[in-house]
């Protein structure tokens, strides 16, 4: 009985050589006859297999970020053709707007600059006093020729004005012509 106990013991000594599969890490599991080689084989297999997942990793968070710039910038040209599209309906609104307001202005007419003189009450009136001053030569003898008078008191009394531009008043006002 000696040597069945021997044996026994032998064999409890060696079951309780080898750890558990909680305890171990890869390639612990075979015990200290086999645990070397298997654990070197299980390592390299392990870091291969990290290495994928890593990659793999990498390459969805790159497919990720390409799916969301193309998203931004398809946000950004639909929102730049809206913007482009409502620019273009007011300019449109602008222009049917003005061409209905626009009313036909007299050619004719020359464009009036800084100092000119706008045309006033007066100017009737002078008109036909300057009609009725103009001079005559009648057809006489040439040794005589009569001429006559070009000035009255009625021009020389009322005093001839022009319009013009005041900065300071910001207005048209009427000043004497020179």
Same mark, same amino acid.
């Given at each position: 009985?000696? @040597?069945?106990?021997?044996?026994?013991?032998?064999?409890?000594?060696?079951?309780t050589?080898?750890?558990?599969?909680?305890?171990?890490?890869?390639?612990?599991?075979?015990?200290?006859?086999?645990?070397?080689?298997?654990?070197?084989?299980?390592?390299?297999?392990?870091? =291969?297999?990290?290495?994928?997942?890593?990659?793999?990793?990498?390459?969805?968070?790159?497919?990720?970020?390409?799916?969301?710039?193309?998203?931004?910038?398809?946000?950004?040209?639909?929102?730049?053709?809206?913007?482009?599209?409502? @620019?273009? @309906?007011?300019?449109?609104?602008?222009?049917?707007?003005?061409?209905?307001?626009?009313?036909p202005?007299?050619?004719?007419t *020359?464009?009036?600059? @800084?100092? /000119?003189?706008?045309?006033?009450?007066?100017?009737?009136?002078?008109?036909?006093? %300057?009609?009725?001053?103009?001079?005559?030569?009648?057809?006489t *003898?040439? +040794?005589t020729?009569? %001429?006559?008078?070009? %000035?009255? /008191? /009625?021009?020389?009394?009322?005093?001839?004005?022009?319009?013009?531009?005041?900065?300071?008043?910001?207005?048209?006002? =009427?000043?004497?012509? +020179?």
């Open positions: 009985m000696s @040597k069945f106990l021997a044996v026994l013991i032998s064999f409890a000594v060696i079951a050589s080898f750890t558990s599969a909680a305890e171990a890490g890869p390639g612990r599991r075979l015990g200290f006859f086999l645990g070397g080689m298997a654990a070197a084989s299980m390592l390299a297999h392990a870091a =291969d297999e990290r290495r994928r997942e890593e990659a793999y990793e990498r390459m969805r968070a790159r497919r990720i970020a390409r799916e969301r710039a193309a998203a931004i910038a398809a946000a950004r040209r639909e929102r730049a053709r809206e913007i482009a599209l409502q @620019k273009q @309906k007011a300019a449109q609104l602008a222009a049917a707007e003005a061409a209905a307001s626009t009313t202005v007299a050619t004719d *020359p464009a009036l600059k @800084k100092g /000119d003189r706008l045309p006033s009450a007066q100017d009737d009136t002078t008109v036909a006093a %300057t009609a009725a001053q103009t001079t005559t030569l009648e057809k *003898p040439t +040794n020729i009569t %001429t006559g008078s070009t %000035t009255t /008191d /009625d021009t020389a009394a009322t005093p001839v004005s022009c319009r013009r531009y005041s900065a300071t008043a910001d207005a048209v006002i =009427d000043v004497p012509c +020179n």
